[in-house]
């Protein structure tokens, strides 16, 4: 049995592919692994231990994995330098940054960049504000779509099907203030679409509230969200929405996205 970044038991399938078992061990890393034994790879990957090492040196050979002088596996730069090829990857944050900067500038606060990924929502850029709220991000992090910001403008602008399967399933709850009644999330996704921004407050962490906008690609369809992230007790969202769909359209607009009116 392997175990999840969770903690939970991960079932050894009886039979997997060559490809299954190689992304396997790479799974078996995540942020709260990221340096492994071969025997924690073997464990948290499903596979005997003869078939860990052979993949193992296989990866460790192409540059996949590297392993450092006291024996541990660690992601190698080889991923990397495939990973920055990823549309809504390096790519991305690239175009974005000039812009995540100007809105760091104008608000002082934690400036986010993210994209969807299933129901979750995917950090892939971080600027960190001179504030104490308390909020648990880096880049690669992932949260549940309904909890954050960003995530309620990808939800909301992800299509009809995935918002109902979304609402379907269990949603998750982080403190008092995370939305759980899908009628009420359906609300808020509605209301997303006709502002323009999501806020989403205390939801994450009692003291923090966000303020999202939409990035849209060449075609208009969202592909990221950014967000500004502040105390609640001094949040000013009518300062803060203006700055941030400004960060929004730069965006946009550097991807290639030609507005056809005044609105988003």
Request: charged share 20%; net charge neutral.
């Amino acid at each position: 049995m392997g175990t999840t970044e969770g903690g939970r038991d991960r079932p050894a399938p009886t039979s997997r592919s060559a490809p299954d078992r190689l992304l396997a061990v790479l799974a078996a890393f995540d942020h709260a692994h990221p340096a492994l034994s071969l025997t924690d790879i073997s464990r948290r990957a499903g596979l005997t231990l003869t078939t860990a090492h052979r993949l193992v040196g296989a990866l460790t050979e192409w540059g996949a994995l590297e392993r450092d002088a006291s024996g541990l596996y660690h992601v190698g730069l080889r991923l990397w330098e495939v990973a920055a090829l990823a549309p809504r990857g390096l790519a991305l944050r690239q175009v974005a940054l000039p812009y995540l900067e100007d809105l760091y500038e104008a608000t002082h606060e934690n400036v986010q960049l993210a994209v969807r990924d299933g129901s979750e929502v995917v950090y892939t850029e971080w600027i960190s504000g001179r504030s104490a709220v308390g909020v648990h991000i880096r880049v690669g992090a992932r949260w549940p779509l309904h909890v954050t910001g960003v995530g309620l403008v990808l939800l909301a602008h992800g299509g009809s099907e995935l918002q109902e399967a979304y609402c379907a399933g269990p949603l998750a709850s982080l403190t008092d203030h995370t939305i759980t009644d899908p009628a009420r999330l359906r609300r808020v996704l509605a209301e997303v679409r006709r502002a323009g921004v999501a806020v989403s407050s205390r939801q994450v962490t009692d003291d923090a509230l966000s303020v999202a906008a939409p990035v849209r690609g060449p075609g208009g369809a969202v592909v990221a969200a950014v967000s500004v992230v502040v105390p609640h007790a001094d949040a000013q969202v009518p300062v803060l929405a203006p700055a941030v769909r400004v960060a929004a359209r730069g965006i946009s607009r550097a991807l290639g996205w030609q507005p056809e009116g005044p609105r988003d």
